[in-house]
Structure formats: structure tokens, C-alpha cells
């Protein structure tokens, strides 16, 4: 991906907006609340905000099949079919194995997930598997798929599977690429450690990483902003 029109082009949609008159900040609830969504019938943890962001990335991506997006953390599929809606001929790889936020006697998620990519035109543009990240990102080059422009990693955010969700990707990555870390906001009510756990890994890089924006939240749910808070971060490969 050629990174820096990706990062030029999104710039208004990151720019962060906390003062305004009380009858601004009404009329502008209402209208987040109310567009915006491109999938509102699919269940998600995601603000519109965090959707578009995530769309951009994907259409930035090249249109000869070189590269590719890839999801960790993907639910009911509300990330994943934003992103890729009005995106065609883009491959996308994803993978969740459900172990939070289902079922354990009766899961379900995975059959909603498959139904809801149908219902959007999807499935044959996703490869998706039902496993931990750590056994896709360790069978990439088995499944001889495409380096990975854009990533977007929501899977586990305890400090150790997000320093894996950055470490071990690393080499998948195209020479340049762009990668979304959600749940960057730490607090009692997210208790997630996206921030060290990243920050870890890219210190230990030999490449070049740039944390590009952090997107706010003021608290986890939060539709207006980004949810429970967004990380942007360039990717450069450097010469060995």
C-alpha cells in the first residue's frame, strides 16, 4: 500500500472535535446515531467512525491482488463486511475462534458470521478460519496467500496476545503497510492492554513504525468517537 495518501486522505476523519454548543453536540448525536453504518443489521462492537476508517484502508489497498486485508478478531462480521463493502476484487483474510462473547454449550457465532457475509455478497471474498491467530499467521505461507497491506488487529488485548498479534505478523506485512489496533484506551472498563503490548513489539522491530494517530474514546461503547479507542500506525520495511 502506498501509505502516506492513505494517511493523507483519512486526516478529516481523524481530526478530533471536543467543543461544541449543546444544541451542536444533540443535532450531532443524532446524526451519528443514525448514518454512518453501512451494516446496521449486523451485531458489532464498532462506532461508524472506526468502520469508515477501516474501509478506507481496505480501498487504498492495490487492485492487482498483491496484497490483501487481514482481520484477527472478526465476531459477527461487522468489521469485516465494512470494510470490504464497495471494495471489490479485494482478498481478505480473517479469523476468530470465539472464544469470547459466545455460547460455550450453544455457539452461534460462527454460523451468524457466515449467514451475514452472505447476506453482503462476501463469502467468496473472505478466507476465513476458526482458529487462533497465532495458527493462521503460522500457516500464511502454507496457504501461499498475499502479503498483507492492511491489518486490523481486535483479537485478545492482553498484553502478551497483542504483543504476538504485532510480532508475529510482521513479516507477513507488505514493505509498506498500515495496521489498526483497536481498544488502544486502557481503563476499568475495557481492561485492555493494546498499547503496551504494541508498543513492545515495535520496539523490538528492526523495521519502521510510526504510531500515526490515537483515535479517543471516553468511554468503551463510545458510538461518537471510536468506540473504545483506535491506534493507526505506519509499517515500513527497511533493508537489511
Known sequence: METSSFFEDILPLTQVRTRFPLVKKILRRIRVLSSGDPCPD???MASPKK???????????????????????????????????DNPGV????????????????????????????????????????????ELLSS??????????????????????????????????????????????????SQSYAEAGTKRAIAQSKNKWSLEHVLPARFNGDLEQWWNGVAVLSFRRMDN
Open 91 to 134: 482478498m481478505a483474510v480473517a479469523c476468530d475462534d470465539f472464544s469470547l462473547f459466545d455460547d460455550p454449550v450453544f455457539p452461534k457465532n460462527l454460523e451468524i458470521l457466515r449467514k451475514n457475509l452472505a447476506q453482503y455478497g462476501l463469502s467468496e471474498q473472505v478466507r476465513f478460519f476458526d482458529c487462533d491467530f497465532r
Open 51 to 85: 468502520l469508515q476508517l477501516l474501509n478506507k484502508a481496505v480501498a487504498f489497498l492495490p487492485k492487482d491482488g498483491s496484497e490483501c486485508y487481514l482481520e484477527v478478531g472478526t465476531f459477527q462480521g461487522k468489521s469485516l463486511i465494512a470494510a470490504l463493502l
Open 140 to 189: 500464511w505461507q502454507h496457504h501461499q496467500f498475499p502479503r498483507v497491506g492492511a491489518y486490523f488487529y481486535d483479537g485478545a488485548h492482553d498484553e502478551q496476545s497483542q504483543y504476538l498479534g504485532i510480532r508475529l505478523v510482521e513479516s507477513l506485512l507488505a514493505d509498506q503497510a498500515v495496521v489498526i489496533v483497536d481498544d488502544w484506551r486502557y481503563a476499568d472498563d
Open 42 to 44: 449486523v451485531i458489532g
